[in-house]
């Protein structure tokens, strides 16, 4: 079993990188932030999962472990593949996941490519009880309120951002922000678009 790779990207592309491991180049497929963030010629840490098929050996990488995990539960769930996983895993971070799932809301699933009304439903209930570890902590409100960080994740996802990617860029233009920009959703937005730029809206999509 390869569990995991480390070693410098010699190619990436929108859902793949190829890692150089002591000269042997790994073909892995990835979530879109993961392949959007890998640098050519720089080094990479990935947690793997091999899936062996009849006629192929496939890899899969995650940025984490906590990620990785989730990924096997999904691949768990009746009609969901690897690819429908990744998929998920491009559309959705972990702690997002286990909101939907412990919410009982399958919306979010149904809207990434792939993955219909009835495996949404299905991930919901298969994988109801074993998510709880994903979720995100309670933290207390910063200056402005979540509120403003959710509409503006919101607003990145109407401009054509995964939630992931929307969710996760907010939450850090948020951290860095003043507290005038915290509490004011054109502010924040603007400098998150800032910090996205329009090439890597066009290759975050899902």
């Known amino acids: 079993m390869i569990s995991s790779l480390h070693g410098v990207v010699l190619h990436a592309t929108s859902d793949q990188v190829v890692i150089d491991v002591g000269g042997v180049g790994f073909a892995v497929a990835v979530p879109a932030d993961v392949a959007h963030t890998a640098v050519v010629g720089e080094k990479l840490l990935l947690h793997t999962s091999l899936i062996v098929r009849e006629d192929s050996l496939s890899l899969f990488g995650f940025a ?41 809301d399958d919306a979010p699933f149904r809207r990434v490519s792939g993955i219909g009304p009835k495996t949404a439903k299905l991930i919901v209930l298969q994988l109801a009880g074993k998510v709880q570890a994903f ?59 800032a910090l996205l730029g329009p090439a890597q809206g066009g290759q975050a999509r899902v």
Not at 87 to 93: A, F, I, M, N, Q
Not at 144 to 156: C, E, I, P, Y
């Open 64 to 104: 984490d472990r906590g990620e990785l995990e989730i990924f096997g539960l999904l691949i768990s769930v009746t009609g969901v593949g690897p690819k429908s996983a990744l998929g998920v895993l491009s559309h959705l971070t972990a702690d997002q996941i286990a909101e939907a799932v412990t919410a009982e």
């Open 135 to 193: 979720a995100a902590p309670s933290k207390p409100a910063a200056a402005g309120g979540t509120d403003v960080v959710t509409q503006v994740a919101a607003a990145l996802v109407g401009l054509g951002w995964s939630e992931k990617v929307a969710a996760e860029a907010a939450a850090q233009t948020a951290a860095e922000a003043t507290d005038a920009e915290r509490a004011s959703v054109a502010s924040l937005l603007r400098r998150t678009l």
